[in-house]
């Protein structure tokens, strides 16, 4: 990689900030260009040649764009990391890979996201049933992270990066994470990683 990558994002979206943490813990080179969105950046045509649908993040590869975090974490480490631990090819563990990615994008998108986009954004979502999404969904993870470490695999993956902005964020939508204690421990073993970085212009709660 010669040029570094740009970024397009909004600096307090989770969603952009999942590519550029995975880009950071690949320690790959990058350039952060914030989208003036409340005056429409995202849907100028210069845009929209590079995310059609006009949505952040987006990235551009040395001329290949790309849209959609979850798509953007695959070609990351399929192009840079081939052979390491981001994505199985074990089939059950890719599987499971896929398993959480999907949580991301549904049930972490209608539970912690849609909470905080209402109290940080102000979007008219349901606060409350997004409060009690993320609260179930908290629930199963902290089950499922009993007696492991990672969501996916023996190592850290791409279903963790995936998964880790908005549930690091949830109490910026109200969404305490107190009673989640093997939660808290995922969500600092991943702050823990060489290279990590936080989601821009926002505070990462305390997870003592």
């Not at 059609?52 to 974490?73: K, Q």
């Not at 991943?190 to 305390?206: L, R, W």
Request: with cysteine.
């Amino acid at each position: 990689m010669t040029t570094p990558i740009k970024l397009y994002r909004n600096p307090k979206s989770g969603h952009c900030h999942r590519v550029e943490l995975m880009m950071a813990l690949l320690g790959l080179r990058y350039e952060n260009i914030d989208l003036d969105m409340a005056n429409g950046a995202h849907k100028a045509p210069a845009y929209l040649r590079i995310s059609p649908f006009g949505l952040v993040p987006a990235i551009d590869d040395g001329g290949y764009t790309l849209s959609d975090s979850n798509a953007i974490l695959i070609y990351l480490v399929q192009t840079y990391a081939r052979g390491a631990h981001w994505l199985p090819q074990d089939a059950r563990q890719a599987a499971e890979v896929q398993r959480w990615l999907t949580v991301a994008a549904d049930n972490i998108y209608a539970g912690p996201c849609a909470a905080r986009l209402v109290k940080v954004f102000g979007t008219e979502h349901d606060h409350a049933a997004a409060v009690a999404k993320a609260h179930d969904l908290f629930k199963v993870m902290d089950s499922h992270l009993a007696g492991r470490d990672w969501l996916a695999a023996g190592n850290i993956t791409i279903a963790d990066v995936a998964g880790y902005s908005y549930i690091a964020h949830a109490p910026e939508g109200g969404v305490d994470l107190a009673p989640y204690p093997n939660l808290r421990a995922w969500l600092a073993r991943i702050e823990a990683q060489p290279n990590f970085v936080p989601m821009a212009s926002s505070q990462i709660p305390d997870l003592a």
